[in-house]
């Protein structure tokens, strides 16, 4: 892609953002040991069973509320450093007087609003399924009403419009609201619980979620650049920039062996912040960007799939827990977990470099072949190795194993 239009460079971008990471990080960093000494005084630790939670001690929950904590003051920071808040708040005021949803939809401060509730809504149902073992049902019931908080603030009402992007037919609105509030729906089920079966092992789910925020951030810089959607394109950068902030300030303590496990509150927020960055990507109005944002997810997409995929193909509900995830199926092998750990880092960066350059440098009609190519290969592999019907195995205790979920 030629650099013909491009009207802000990357250092421009970051110069007036970069803070934002900085705040989030070092919130995440001094409320981790804080949660940690909470969860511990009020025993809410996950407790070993050696099956799915083979560690061999208790280890304390809340590592999610931590990192709720570093997304929301980030976010907040990025609201007060804005240089036109001040006209932003008048204009969302007058509008919310005259009830002028179509404007309010478009205005970024009504959008990072839904942004940040719908976050800590996502958390607190995650926190609850920590605390009460929630239904299958009634956490994707949580992540619902999550979503329409989104959809309220106006975030994913044209995401549809990426369904179009590749002919001339734009649909009119009555067909491109439902659609989109479908795909919505969709992507917030599916990654929030993609990253929920990640986390199982120490520093799995927060070090590759970690990376997959820097490989949006580097798209997000990149469309900023073009300057063509100002409000769009500063929220996803600070968005980015706010949740790797909080995920890195909670990682030291996460890495093996783990004093405190994110839990649902934390895999669940994680996988929201991917569903709502990928939703912005459409706002772009093109395919390319949103199939980017996949393949930088690649990661926690094909473990997820290959989760269900081996349960359909044993017969047994997609919903049993096992402990044949892709990370444990490695460790059977004979990695240790820290090796384990380490190759999915490298792996996550290896997919957010393709999804990103891919991106930039190829025009759809060749990224889509690549993407193709590389699955295709992934899923032979997976089957030579005999990863989708692995031999049952006892369970074997590990002090580094992490659990936080129950549809592990």
């Known amino acids: 892609m030629a650099d013909t239009g491009i009207k802000f460079t990357a250092s421009e971008i970051l110069d007036d953002l970069w803070w934002i990471g900085v705040v989030a990080l070092g919130v995440s960093l001094f409320a981790t040991p804080v949660v940690r000494f909470i969860a511990y005084r009020a025993r809410i630790v996950d407790r070993p069973d050696h099956l799915l939670k083979p560690h061999h001690r208790p280890v304390a929950y809340l590592g999610g509320l931590a990192m709720c904590a570093g997304l929301l003051v980030g976010l907040g920071a990025f609201v007060a450093g804005m240089p036109d808040a001040g006209a932003k708040w008048t204009q969302l005021r007058a509008d919310l007087g005259q009830g002028r949803l179509d404007r309010l ?13 719908a976050c800590l809504l996502i958390t607190l149902v995650g926190l609850l399924d920590d605390l009460r073992n929630l239904k299958p049902s009634q956490k994707i019931g949580g992540q619902l009403l999550a979503g ?41 089920i599916f990654a929030s619980n993609a990253t929920n079966l990640l986390d199982g092992l120490d520093g799995l789910c927060g070090g590759v979620t970690g990376i997959i925020a820097i490989g949006f951030l580097a798209l997000a810089v990149w469309l900023a650049q073009w300057g063509q959607h100002p409000g769009t394109d500063e929220l996803r950068v600070g968005l980015c920039l706010a949740m790797a902030g909080a995920v890195l300030g909670f990682l030291p303590y996460n890495i093996p062996p783990a004093s405190i496990f994110m839990g649902d509150a934390g895999s669940m927020l994680l996988g929201f912040f991917v569903a709502t960055s990928m939703i912005l990507f459409c706002e772009q109005g093109a395919a390319r960007w949103l199939l980017a944002a996949w393949v930088v997810f690649a990661l926690p997409v094909l473990d997820t799939a290959l989760a269900v995929v081996r349960r359909l193909v044993m017969r047994q509900s997609i919903f049993a827990g096992d402990r044949s995830h892709l990370y444990d199926q490695l460790v059977d092998r004979g990695m240790t977990v820290k090796q384990v750990v380490v190759l999915f880092y490298l792996l996550a960066a290896l997919a957010a470099v393709i999804g990103v350059t891919a991106a930039i440098y190829l025009r759809f009609r060749y990224a889509i072949w690549i993407y193709l190519g590389v699955l295709a290969a992934i899923w032979i592999v997976f089957y030579v190795k005999g990863m989708i019907t692995p031999a049952p195995r006892e369970p074997q205790p590990a002090d580094s194993a992490d659990s936080s979920g129950a549809i592990r």
Do not use: R
């Open 105 to 117: 939809f478009h205005n970024d401060l009504w959008q990072l609003m839904a942004i940040g509730l």
């Open 148 to 188: 329409a908080v989104l959809l309220a603030g106006g975030v994913g009402q044209q995401m549809a419009q990426v369904a179009f992007s590749l002919g001339s037919y734009q649909p009119p609105t009555w067909v491109m609201l439902p659609l989109s509030t479908a795909m919505a729906v969709i992507t917030i």
